[in-house]
């Protein structure tokens, strides 16, 4: 059975730091590009970064850019996303996905509030 489970969102002022985590089963992370893709309340969802399969490039959404890095971990078969100098918009609710197989994760809330 294939699996993404997200955890690591909580509650954290603005300035704050938060690592988030997504362990995989069922296949390997390694290879696929991953996702982290976000949802505010009201709004649509938003990519913020992929990490690519084979080179691991990765990519950022302009709002993220310098302040979030996207890594993995294949022997864990985790993925990661290290949030830092979080704002006030960066309230949402966060999921890991593999859109190629169409396989996401429930998410995990992350408010920053102060």
């Known amino acids: 059975e294939v699996q993404l489970v997200e955890s690591g969102g909580g509650l954290v002022q603005p300035g704050g730091s938060l690592r988030l985590s997504c362990a995989a089963s069922?296949?390997?992370?390694?290879?696929?590009?991953m996702y982290w893709v976000r949802q505010a309340l009201g709004k649509g969802p938003e990519w913020v970064s992929i990490?690519?399969?084979?080179?691991?490039?990765?990519y950022y959404a302009d709002s993220v850019k310098g302040r979030f890095t996207i890594s993995r971990d294949n022997a864990k078969n985790t993925l990661y996303l290290q949030m830092n100098s979080l704002k006030l918009e960066d309230t949402a609710v966060y999921y890991c996905?593999?859109?190629?197989?169409?396989?996401w994760g429930q998410g995990t809330q992350v408010t920053v509030s102060s």
């Open positions: 996905a593999t859109p190629s197989l169409d396989y």
């Open positions: 069922g296949f390997s992370i390694g290879s696929y590009d």
């Open positions: 990490i690519s399969s084979g080179e691991y490039s990765t």
